[in-house]
């Protein structure tokens, strides 16, 4: 079964510092990528996304991702943290072919420390 | 402003009852999602829709009802067969065409009394 495994549970950054969060998808043809944040008891909100094309997107709030195809990941980072960027993070892949069907990681609790 | 509205945002059920999540967009999106979350697992599909009067199951619909008889509005009911419906569900929608992101309400926290 196609899967999508963000491997950080929790994730705990002093603010200034870089973040990368991993994530790696089973193998599929072409998948489409999204990373999603969540704030507690809050619906999710597009960070970014990849279709095609260059394989660094470029986010919202400073985000940005690259595509791996021969790593099967999409990693997202962020050169320097801020405290409000305390949230959980959400990797989804459409595997079917861009007809929207999504599969969503686990995610990842960030803590940002002062 | 266009977006989702997702209500009521706490919920709370009594065994054995069936009970009904609101789920109305403005966005004259064609698609809306219902997904479940649970603590450590992501989200799942419970139903989906991309047009009116037709949906389709995902992922986890046992348990679970939907109706789209308006575009505008696809409402998800959790009946008494579903053993373990304490969760925070998610109403998403999009609009027409491939390569389109979801766009989510904020969310109803369902509740077992």
């Known amino acids: 079964a196609q899967s999508v495994t963000q491997p950080d549970i929790h994730i705990t950054v002093s603010e200034g510092a870089s973040l990368e969060l991993r994530c790696n998808y089973s193998y599929g043809a072409t998948p489409y990528l999204f990373w999603y944040v969540q704030s507690p008891g809050q619906g999710l909100q597009l960070l970014l996304k990849y279709f095609s094309g260059d394989t660094l997107v470029q986010g919202i709030k400073g985000f940005e991702a690259e595509f791996k195809r021969s790593q099967s990941s999409f990693n997202l980072r962020k050169p320097s943290v801020h405290w409000s960027d305390a949230a959980e993070y959400f990797c989804?892949?459409?595997?079917?072919?861009?007809?929207?069907?999504?599969?969503f990681g686990a995610g990842t609790r960030l803590a940002v420390h002062p | 402003d266009g977006g989702i509205t997702q209500s009521p945002k706490y919920l709370f059920r009594k065994e054995g009852q069936n009970v009904t999540l609101s789920c109305e967009q403005n966005?004259?999106?064609?698609?809306m999602y219902w997904y479940r979350q649970d603590p450590g697992q992501g989200l799942r599909l419970i139903y989906y829709?991309?047009?009116?009067?037709?949906?389709q199951k995902g992922d986890i619909a046992e348990g679970y009802s939907v109706s789209r008889e308006k575009k505008e509005s696809f409402p998800l009911t959790v009946t008494s067969a579903q053993k373990n419906p304490t969760a925070f569900y998610l109403c998403?929608?999009?609009?027409?065409?491939?390569?389109?992101?979801?766009?989510f309400g904020d969310g109803t926290r369902l509740s077992i009394l």
């Open positions: 829709s991309q047009i009116v009067n037709d949906f």
């Open positions: 989804a892949v459409d595997f079917s072919g861009g007809y929207n069907k999504l599969i």
């Open positions: 966005l004259n999106h064609d698609a």
């Open positions: 998403a929608s999009l609009s027409g065409g491939a390569f389109q992101p979801q766009h």
